[in-house]
């Protein structure tokens, strides 16, 4: 039952509400006592407010709550179907912006506060765990403050809450310059690292609680950020300051960030190895059928993220369980259940998503040289050699051939084997589930329900076992949205590594792991044999683009890329781009691979950065706006 509490104070956290009301709502206090005093009376009280201080994480993965779904170009979704779809399209404003944390967050770093303040009241508690919480909490701060330095830049550190006695001035903040949001944010990881189980005792219970390797890995994400060229030496931002000149970006570009970000990305790796993480290998103890050696690498591929809680999961969203989302993206219409609306096929990645992906021989499709990169919208039909990637005898552009298993196991298109639904025995390939996706085709478009509105469906995100056993009956095996697994982090540490110290073996191996389970050769292997620039991994400039590319499709769909390509500052090149697609309206294959632009996206320099909304600015003048804004 939620309550209402007195808190007495005001805070300077939440910039609005502190000049308004004083009065907040936590699952905390019993019998309608109004204080924060009998929340830390006994254990189970402050258990309470532990987890409410958990309640304010982002519910990552849900289309309504992160903006890295559809607020970027890896997922168009149907038109006017949601706000962060209006913001890729460049429609963001500062009087209500798409997607606006500022005031959520704050309220997340206020309870964090209060919990840090009045723990030590609670009498039935054991010093370790006392320990364990306070270290939890201090986490849940660093992220929260995290999460607003990502969108908004500069912000009001808040280290305590203010006192009841505490006058208007002192509750207007200033922004704090970003080197300084990031210092005190990788100090609280550092601070809570310790005091954190290297592994949860008892998933049933604590499943999503914070360890020691979720603390240092986000550590580790969080200085790869600052070192990163959006806030480190960024000199568009040379003119944001506050109102007494205090610069808040620094411009100049600092390697040591870069040194200590690498060495921060292997002391995570280190104790997530020794909490025994892997890179995840589909082996089950059972399976009914032996499958071929391109199924098993496209599950390691699929699983690493649709498996719940398996061997690569650093951290994982319990708030954001995964069941409506695979049946909004899944496009399984079996033909025995045509007229279901169960599944809805409703997000699909446009054109440059499917060209990012490697060819077979693991390098870029435009840098093979034995691939027709000029040749790929041209028409081929799939031969035996094809049948688990392509229904065999469908005729479908050659751009979806010879390419590496992460575009068959991440993506579906027209044609393609869709290893699932029921159907297990991939030594019978005719029997195997595929897409047909022109007009009227069972997942084209044309027809009752949703449809890709691009050409492309989605695999990654969904579990293979999920099955369709009737018109409203779609079974799902449900996991927590990942937030971090043992592949970004190694591709973060070699990005470090790259950075701060050039090419080397020990890049490259941290690289090669990622691409092994990928079922690819090694870098060395890969760009000499096969690429028109073989020394192109040799230089820092040509294995940072290397390392780059590796990410966008290791980490594709998993809510990373938006982040990514802003603090590199790609998002002014990338996403003032088409959208593009297959023309959906089309039922022939000549006239189907028709290339249709369905969006022109704008993306200016402004935009790297959230608004501060007009409503914060006007209840307390002593913020700055964003520069553009």
């Known amino acids: 039952m939620r309550k209402y509490i007195k808190i007495g104070a005001f805070t300077l956290c939440c910039l609005l509400a502190v000049l308004t009301s004083c009065r907040k709502f936590l699952d905390v206090v019993p019998d309608n006592v109004a204080t924060i005093d009998n929340a830390f009376t006994m254990r189970t009280q402050a258990m309470k407010f532990l987890f409410t201080c958990y309640s304010f994480m982002p519910r990552n993965g849900q289309l309504g709550d992160d903006p890295a779904m559809v607020g970027g170009d890896e997922l168009w979704e149907v038109p006017d179907r949601g ?40 009498p039935d508690m054991q010093e370790e765990e006392k320990l364990r919480w306070i270290s939890e909490v201090k986490f849940l701060k660093a992220y929260y403050h995290f999460i607003l330095v990502r969108m908004y830049g500069p912000i009001p550190v808040i280290k305590t809450n203010l006192p009841i006695s505490a006058d208007v001035n002192q509750v207007k903040v200033v922004r704090d310059p970003v080197d300084s949001c990031f210092h005190y944010i990788a100090q609280l990881l550092n601070e809570a690292a310790p005091g954190l189980p290297l592994n949860i005792i008892s998933p049933a219970t604590e499943a999503g609680r914070i360890t020691r390797p979720i603390a240092l890995s986000l550590r580790a994400k969080v200085l790869v950020t600052a070192a990163s060229p959006l806030f480190n030496g960024n000199t568009d931002q040379g003119n944001l300051k506050n109102h007494d000149g205090t610069q808040l970006f620094n411009t100049t570009f600092s390697k040591a960030k870069w040194d200590t970000a690498a060495v921060a990305c292997k002391r995570a790796i280190a104790i997530c190895e020794e909490a025994g993480m892997k890179l995840y290998v589909y082996n089950p103890a059972f399976q009914q059928y032996k499958l071929t050696d391109t199924i098993n690498t496209q599950l390691s591929i699929r699983n690493a993220v649709a498996e719940k809680w398996n061997s690569e999961i650093i951290w994982a969203n319990t708030q954001s369980n995964t069941a409506g989302l695979q049946r909004l993206i899944s496009n399984w219409w079996d033909p025995k259940y045509l007229d279901g609306v169960i599944t809805r096929g409703e997000l699909s990645p446009p054109l440059k998503i499917a060209e990012m992906f490697y060819t077979d021989h693991g390098v870029p499709i435009n840098e093979d040289k034995t691939w027709n990169y000029s040749g790929r919208y041209t028409l081929r039909t799939a031969e035996d050699a094809d049948k688990l990637y392509v229904r065999k005898g469908y005729t479908t552009v050659k751009l979806h051939f010879d390419r590496e298993p992460r575009f068959y196991a991440d993506l579906g298109f027209d044609g393609a084997v869709y290893y699932g639904q029921g159907r297990f025995d991939d030594s019978k390939s005719l029997d195997l589930f595929y897409l047909e996706g022109k007009f009227k085709q069972r997942n084209g478009k044309g027809k009752y329900g949703y449809n890709t509105v691009t050409g492309y469906n989605l695999k990654k995100l969904i579990n293979f076992q999920n099955t369709i056993t009737s018109n409203n009956d779609y079974s799902v095996v449900d996991y927590p949205y990942p937030i971090m697994r043992l592949a970004d982090l190694y591709l973060l540490y070699a990005e470090a590594l790259n950075e701060s110290a050039g090419p080397s073996a020990e890049v490259n191996k941290y690289i090669d792991l990622v691409r092994k389970r990928a079922g690819l050769g090694t870098v060395a292997s890969s760009w000499t044999s096969f690429s028109t620039n073989p020394v192109k991994y040799l230089n820092q400039d040509g294995l940072r683009d290397i390392i780059q590319q590796e990410r966008l499709i290791e980490l594709a ?27 959906m309206s089309q039922t022939t294959p000549e006239s189907y691979y028709r290339i249709t632009v369905l969006y022109n996206q704008t993306f200016g320099i402004k935009d790297y950065f959230w608004p501060i909304s007009e409503d914060n600015m006007t209840a307390n003048t002593n913020l700055v706006q964003n520069l553009g804004w």
């Open 557 to 583: 769909f998993e809510s990373q890329r938006l982040w990514d390509l802003r603090r590199w500052k790609k998002s002014s090149d990338i996403l003032n781009d088409q959208i593009r697609g297959w023309d």
């Open 83 to 122: 706000a962060y779809l209006d913001m890729a399209q460049g429609f963001q404003t500062k009087v209500g912006p798409l997607g606006d944390r500022f005031e959520s967050m704050y309220q997340g770093i206020r309870d964090c506060n209060i919990f840090l303040e009045n723990i030590g009241k609670v």
